[in-house]
Structures are given as C-alpha cells and as structure tokens.
C-alpha cells in the first residue's frame, strides 16, 4: 500500500507548501498517524515534525472508514465529506483531518506560472473552469432530457407523485381485500354452524 501513500502524501504536502498556517496547526499533532480505509483502499499516514504527512506503519490515531459507494460524495463534497464517513480514535486529531480536509485549496496559476508565464496560467486555468462547467451543463442537460423521455414519451420510469399515489391505491385495495376475506371467513362459519 505504501505505494499509494507516497503520491497521496506528495500532493497534500504539495498543498501544504503554498499553505503555512494550516501546516503548522497540523504540525501541533507531530508523530500521530490516521488511517483512511475506504475498504479496496487503505492509507496509513502520519504527521512529520515539521507538518507535513508521510506515509506510515505505525498504529492509527484516528481511523477513517469510508463506504466505496460513499467516495463519490466526498470527493464531490468536501464540506460534507466527514458526514459520510465513521470515525474512530483520537477526536481532535479527526478535527484536524476535517479542517486540513476542508482547508486545502489547489491554486493552479500558481503552479503553472512557472511553467507557462503569469498571463497563459491565468489563461489557461480560466479555460479549464469554462470547460468544466461546459461538461457540468451540459451532462445536467442531457439528464434533464433522459428523465423526460423515461418519464413523458417512453413511460419507463414513474413520476414520484404517481408511485406513492400508486403505492397509496394498492395499500387501499389491499385493505379491501382482507377485510373482505375476514367478511367470507364468518360468512362461511356461520353457515357451517346452520348446517
């Protein structure tokens, strides 16, 4: 595993370079190692004197259990990434994990400025969100369009309102149904006992 926490490690002290206030609120918990088990993949790292995380063997502080079906939403969303997870261990240093998670923010200018000057970077990373939000829009769209198709020209899926109406209906029905085996049950009896 130890493979996977190298790079990992690389790119959050990457982040944690360009970031000092939050390295040193990190380093206040030196030598502590949290574990990230997302079941096909587990991350030991711990925190290095100096604030930054290397990978680690040592026994967890804190441990992170994330469901693979749960990674999406907290990669989608880092606010609310740690209601997604089950936390064990040391609840300060889980704090601190939160508050790093939450923290760290990826200034791309900065990186490729040096690569491709000040006024492509700025260029560039302006054209990357444009695109990204191109995708984001237009994959809504074509959801938007998949449902009303499902849903208006090719009924394969319900609308809410009409399952739980539907749902509503049977319950009703099947209520009818009982009561009215109940009514023939007594009815069959009481001619059983004529007889």
């Not at 790119?11 to 990190?26: C, G």
């Not at 096909?40 to 992170?64: C, K, R, Y």
Request: glycine share 6%; with cysteine; proline share 4%.
């Amino acid at each position: 595993m130890a493979t996977l926490e190298r790079p990992f490690a690389a790119v959050v002290n990457h982040l944690l370079s360009r970031q000092p206030l939050l390295r040193d609120r990190l380093s206040a918990h030196a030598g502590k190692c949290a574990r990230i088990d997302a079941g096909v993949l587990q991350l030991d790292l711990a925190v290095a004197n100096d604030g930054l995380l290397e990978a680690s063997a040592a026994e967890p502080s804190v441990t992170i259990r994330i469901q693979p079906a749960d990674l999406p939403r907290v990669l989608a969303d880092r606010e609310r990434a740690f209601s997604y997870v089950t936390i064990s261990g040391d609840a300060d240093f889980a704090r601190m994990i939160s508050e790093l998670a939450n923290g760290l923010r990826w200034d791309a200018e900065e990186d490729l400025a040096p690569l491709v000057g000040d006024v492509a970077a700025v260029r560039l990373v302006r054209a990357g969100r444009e695109a990204s939000a191109t995708v984001r829009t237009g994959a809504r769209k074509l959801a938007e369009n998949m449902a009303e198709y499902l849903l208006e020209e090719n009924p394969t899926l319900l609308y809410r309102q009409a399952g739980s109406g539907f749902a509503a209906e049977v319950a009703v029905l099947r209520d009818d149904v009982e009561r009215l085996a109940k009514r023939i049950s007594l009815l069959e009896k009481a001619a059983g006992e004529r007889a």
